[in-house]
């Protein structure tokens, strides 16, 4: 069955980076693209970007141009996404998804708190 | 962006009661929607799709309906384990974007 094995939770600095991955098993990691996705404590769903595995392809929600960097590792059939410059505004559970229009797999979430 | 507005953002029902969640479409996203429902503390998982189907495992007594560029959700006998938070969302045009949410809690 498909299934998308996300890193442990980060605790990082203002101003770092940090950098969660996605492993994916179950299916042909280039078949479909995964996307990241961010929920802030109490609040909505917001699509940050996806990646094409096949292709290395991205595609960026304006928001999170130059914040988010998105990358797969097909030897290991792992995704990447590194969020650089944290802020406190960052703290947040980061999903990642797929396949494509309609999310039907999720990973298990990744919680990253931006903390001095 | 396509903005979705959905409503009511909380909702409290009795057990085997008629549900129904809305979301509003800013333009026309023909039946490009999903709806989710999240847990506490879990990831969300996706119900229904195209607007009207119904995804794999998910129960009968959940169902999608569209009038224009209104969605419904609709769970027919509410069960105490449809508790947690919905979410609809539009996947017509980049960005996908998320409703609000509506938050589902038993009276």
């Given amino acids: 069955q498909v299934q998308l094995q996300q890193s442990g939770a980060e605790l990082t600095k203002p101003g770092s980076s940090v950098k969660i991955s996605c492993k994916a098993s179950g299916y042909t990691f280039t078949s479909y693209d995964i996307s990241w996705i961010k929920q802030r404590p109490g609040q909505a769903l917001e699509w940050i970007g996806a990646i094409n595995p096949g292709s290395g392809g991205t595609g960026y929600n304006e928001k999170f141009k130059g914040k988010a960097t998105l990358t797969v590792d097909k030897s290991s059939s792992t995704a990447f996404m590194q969020l650089s410059s944290l802020t406190p505004e960052d703290t947040a559970v980061y999903y990642c998804a797929s396949p494509g229009y309609w999310f039907a797999y999720w990973g298990q979430g990744t919680l990253v708190t931006v903390s001095s | ?107």
């Fill in chain 2, 1 to 107: 962006d396509i903005q979705m507005t959905q409503s009511p953002a909380s909702l409290s029902a009795s057990l085997e009661e008629i549900v129904t969640i809305t979301c509003q479409a800013s333009q026309d996203i023909g039946n490009w929607l999903a709806w989710y429902q999240q847990k506490p503390g879990k990831s969300p998982q996706l119900l229904i799709y195209d607007a009207t189907s119904l995804a794999d495992g998910v129960p009968s007594r959940f169902s999608g309906s569209r009038s224009g560029t209104q969605y419904s959700l609709k769970i027919s006998r509410l069960q105490v384990e449809d508790i947690g938070s919905y979410y609809c969302q539009q996947a017509h045009s980049n960005p996908p974007t998320f409703g609000g949410g509506t938050k589902l809690e038993l009276k």
